[in-house]
């Protein structure tokens, strides 16, 4: 019956997709980058009227399929001839996903009309709507589905957002039934949690469960799919009073997180059955990035202080060991793949969906990282007009036969996260670069990814080429972000002041999600009966079942020796010494910029020194592909579009750029590098003194100090700095090799903590059996001691001195 339904409907398609007429939009802005209230109201009916082109042609030729082929105008769902086809299978369950996926878009939009159709359609299906014989993933179908039904339950449900009238008498007609539905589905996802060693398997059958999958596709799942579904079945379990969801996603959330290495960092791929990593390489990018946001997310939405410590010191390692870049200036930040086990560089390429990773660091009160690490996905914005699935940033120039060795995955589905990131970044700073960004993609939507029935991605970076697809999150997360960074008020909802007093975040899905301990409104109408819930406010450490969960938190790791250890549950204690890196959490950044809300035609981006400066550190490795303009100039490039950059730099100083760094750099062990740690370090503030406590265990991030040269702090090295640093040693101290007043070496991090120019770093003597320990790239490596005076090579470390 299902395979005739479907010719039907694709013999319907073929017969009237001639008659598919594209939207008429304007190509470019009328009102010229000025992003008054006139423009912006212009560019947020502009974003809708996109959002009302792909809706309508999905309910027009994919509903009530998952989704609509933008191209071809065909209704797209599983791959039921083929259950190995995960890439399309896994987020496809012929349950509407296009609909399910943006149930509160269209309240965001004000979609009345359509909301009540979707509304009306799900009451009449609900109560066979999830049972359907198909196999999906649980990490999608929780975020997509899960999500959409928690974030929609929960608007129509609070009757204080309910101040437009149509919106109003739709609240008043909801009896929660879509909770109802959220516990159905629920309860077919949580199977796949309850495994002997509380490693969830990753797929489920819709109507079988965990028995309808073949065992060849449950072999391994990644970080993000144990831990991200923690959100929203907790949400789900306080939302019914069915502890379940809670309990089972914790045990997995907490078992993966003590089975992290000794860096404090988690590998990205594991074996439900083995219950072992299959991998060693860890980032921020696919497979676990929203691990790193649901730390953050869970600890705002459900006010959990175990969470906010578990991201404070994935941040603190990743900052040791993952990040490029100097987060002390306004410079881009890039946050590498390296291995969990040593902090190496382990991969070459970073991807497009670490792009969220900006928007978490607002949320965690990073703002200077945040617009850091933003700049580098600007950049490939510039250079191939979308981001390309892999960027192979880390291939050594001379391995780069052709411009597009540097393309690691050459498709772009039209990912939100980019937008997303520009979104919390012009929240946070009202810097009008950010609409900019924003404008130059939404005329690409109305003119490049334009389709009959919806919006193409691109199938490939190189050739120009699209993909006949148009994924969920298209509307739910990429229009939507784009439209909300245009509706500043959106008095209706999400930028109320009601809103502005509630715990809400977004889900990775993009779905608003919030939950009040004060009241049980949210309950409204369910056949569910709510419990009282054991898991409070005030975090995880005072609740009862937090603590009866503790016990099984305990497992074990297998070390390289092979004998294994037990690994239990730790938390974040106060130490006698000051943290380098806790006064990045003691507080939420000010805006950093100089500009804001109330200044006049002035982007503060222009003043940033380095703006330009991954540009000429990677020009190898940024281009623009053969279809596009070979040039910088032609409005393509956000930061030098004409129009703009004349209008907000009419008060700014000219543009300038920093001198570009070109020493010699490389790192240096002194011990294990599996047992780095921050805590061997103080910070003295009063003295600028970093102070060493054992030279021991510890990993040194250095730069060769050569006339001539453009250290990393963007200043000329003249022979008198050289000179004038060498000068405590006499004639003969030095390696014969070296020439006396030749060059020196400056430490610019230690264990990841950044040494500012201000900082000296201090140790007490160290033995000469540390000495003959270090190990690294081709040097020697050879630490001798002059007075107080510590020398690589012979070269004098400029920086750093001894005490007894």
């Known amino acids: 019956m299902l395979r005739c339904i479907l010719w039907v409907l694709w013999f319907t398609t073929i017969s009237t997709c001639a008659e598919v007429q594209f939207p008429k939009f304007e190509a470019t802005s009328s009102f010229n980058s000025s992003f008054t209230p006139d423009h912006m109201r212009y560019l947020r009916n502009e974003t809708k009227s996109l959002f009302d082109h792909a809706w309508t042609s999905y309910m027009k030729y ?43 878009t269209l309240v965001i939009l004000e979609k009345w009309d359509d909301l009540e159709m979707a509304l009306g359609y799900l009451y009449r ?43 109003r008498q739709i609240c008043q007609n909801y009896d929660g039934f879509l909770l109802e539905m959220a516990y159905d589905l629920g309860k077919r996802l949580i199977p796949a949690f309850k495994t002997t060693n509380n490693i969830p398997v990753p797929r489920v059958n819709l109507k079988r469960g965990v028995k309808g999958v073949p065992s060849s596709l449950q072999l391994e799942t990644c ?39 000794s860096l404090d960092l988690l590998p990205m791929t594991i074996s439900p059955a083995e219950s072992e990593w299959k991998d060693s390489i860890t980032g921020i990018g696919a497979s676990i990035d929203s691990f790193y946001e649901y730390c953050v997310k869970g600890s705002i939405l459900f006010d959990d202080t175990h969470m906010w410590e578990v991201f404070k010191t994935s941040y603190k390692a990743l900052m040791t060991h993952s990040v490029k870049g100097s987060p002390d200036e306004f410079t881009s930040l890039i946050f590498a793949n390296i291995g969990s086990e040593e902090g190496l560089d382990a991969t070459i390429w970073i991807d497009s ?43 050594p120039k001379e391995a780069i036969k052709s411009e597009e060795d540097t393309i690691g995955l050459e498709w772009y589905p039209l990912r939100p996260e980019f937008v997303e990131s520009t979104y919390y970044l012009y929240q946070a700073t009202h810097d009008p670069m950010y609409l900019q960004i924003g404008e130059t993609v939404l005329n690409l939507f ?41 509706d500043e008020q959106n008095e209706v909802f999400l930028h109320s002041k009601r809103m502005g007093d509630t715990n809400w975040v977004f889900s990775t899905e993009g779905h608003p999600l919030w ?59 106060d130490h006698e010494f000051v943290d380098p890196f806790q006064y990045k959490f003691d507080k939420c950044e000010v805006n950093p910029f100089t500009s804001g809300s109330t200044d006049f035609m002035k982007s503060s981006y222009y003043e940033l020194d380095n703006l330009f400066n991954l ?138 903590v950044f040494v500012k120019p201000e900082h000296e770093l ?43």
Not at 74 to 92: A, H, M, Q, S, W
Not at 223 to 247: A, H, I, N, R
Not at 354 to 379: C, E, N, R, Y
């Open 515 to 573: 939950f009040d301990y004060n009241t049980e409104k949210t309950f409204k109408g369910s056949n569910i009966t709510p419990k009282k819930h054991e898991f409070v406010a005030e975090g995880h450490r005072e609740n009862s079942m937090f603590k009866s969960f503790k016990g099984l938190f305990s497992t074990t790791r297998k070390l390289k020796d092979g004998t294994t250890k037990d690994i239990t549950i730790e938390y974040i204690d």
């Open 615 to 752: 540009d000429y550190e990677y020009s190898s490795h940024l281009y623009h592909p053969h279809y596009l303009p070979q040039t910088s100039l032609d409005n393509s490039y956000i930061e030098l579009a004409d129009d703009f950059y004349k209008r907000f730099t009419l008060f700014n100083p000219k543009l300038t750029c920093s001198l570009q760094s070109n020493t010699e750099k490389f790192d240096i062990f002194i011990g294990d590098k599996t047992s780095i740690r921050n805590n061997s370090l103080t910070l003295i503030p009063s003295s600028n003194t970093l102070w060493i406590h054992e030279f021991d265990n510890v990993r040194l991030s250095m730069e060769l100090i050569q006339k001539g040269k453009i250290d990393s702090r963007h200043n000329y090295i003249t022979q008198q700095q050289v000179e004038t640093t060498n000068s405590r040693l006499v004639e003969g101290v030095l390696d014969p090799n070296i020439t006396l007043y030749d060059a020196s070496v400056r430490i610019t991090r230690i264990n990841g």
């Open 762 to 804: 201090v140790v007490s003597r160290f033995t000469q059996d540390q000495l003959k320990r270090p190990g690294a790239n081709k040097r020697k490596d050879r630490l001798t001691i002059y007075n107080s005076q510590v020398l690589l090579d012979g070269v004098v470390i400029e920086n750093l001195r001894i005490t007894d």
């Open 446 to 486: 109305k003119t490049k990814f334009m389709a009959p029935c919806g919006f193409k991605g691109v199938q490939d970076v190189r050739t120009g080429s699209f993909q006949n697809r148009m994924e969920s999150f298209v509307l739910s997360e990429t229009l939507k972000y784009l439209y909300l960074l245009f």
């Open 353 to 395: 969906l670490s792009g969220f990773w900006p928007g978490v660091q607002v949320l965690s009160g990073q703002l200077k990282d945040a617009i850091g690490t933003h700049m580098v996905f600007l950049k490939l914005w510039d250079y191939f007009q979308i981001i390309p699935e892999r960027w192979n940033f880390l291939l």
């Open 223 to 261: 970080t993000s799919g144990v831990t991200t579904p923690v959100l929203e079945m907790t949400l789900l379990s306080k939302l019914t009073g069915d502890l379940q969801f809670e309990k089972y996603t914790q045990l997995a959330f907490w078992k993966i997180w003590n089975s992290r290495s």
């Open 62 to 104: 994919g509903f009530p399929m998952d989704e609509v082929r933008p191209i071809t105008c065909e209704p797209y769902g599983p791959d039921v001839k083929d259950y190995t086809n995960v890439i399309r299978n896994d987020v496809l369950g012929n349950i509407s996903s296009t609909l399910m996926d943006n149930l509160d």
């Open 125 to 167: 299906e609900k109560d066979s709507y999830f049972d359907k014989d198909v196999v999906v993933q649980v990490f999608e179908m929780t975020i997509r589905s899960l999500g959409g039904l928690l974030s929609i339950h929960t608007i129509l449900s609070d009757s204080s957002l309910m101040k437009n009238l149509r919106f």
